[in-house]
Nanobody, 121 residues
Framework: QVQLVESGGGWVQPGGSLRLSCEVSGIAFRIYNVGWYRQGPGNQRELVAVMTSSVTRSGTTSYADFARGRFTISRDNAKKIVYLQMDSLKPDDTAVYFC???????????WGQGTQVTVSS
């Protein structure tokens, strides 16, 4: 059974930081590209950051413009965990954050249930 379980969300004041985690099980984690997406109130789901698999492109990262310089994606292949460190948070960052694992090699894609992040004073 494939599971992607996010944690680490919550409420934080503007300027604060949060670290999201996504624990993955049931897949060959190393071959998957991993990413974080978010969906704010009334908005479509959007890409936050992605990191390629260690096998194909050695962990190359890519960020949305709003995330670059404030957010950092990382992965621990041994523990099968994906992280998203979020700093200098703004109210516009309020959203449900989703973990994603995708393998173009075998055509599989999985999503977590999401974790709520609320940035307000």
């Amino acid at each position: 059974q494939v599971q992607l379980v996010e944690s680490g969300g919550g409420w934080v004041q503007p300027g604060g930081s949060l670290r999201l985690s996504c624990e993955v099980s049931g897949i060959a984690f190393r071959i998957y590209n991993v990413g974080w997406y978010r969906q704010g109130p009334g908005n479509q789901r959007e890409l936050v950051a992605v990191m390629t698999s260690s096998v194909t492109r050695s962990g190359t990262t890519s960020y949305a413009d709003f995330a670059r310089g404030r957010f950092t994606i990382s992965r621990d292949n041994a523990k099968k965990i994906v992280y998203l460190q979020m700093d200098s948070l703004k109210p516009d960052d309020t959203a449900v954050y989703f973990c994603n694992a995708k393998s173009t090699q075998i055509g599989k894609e999985y999503w977590g249930q999401g974790t709520q992040v609320t940035v307000s004073s």
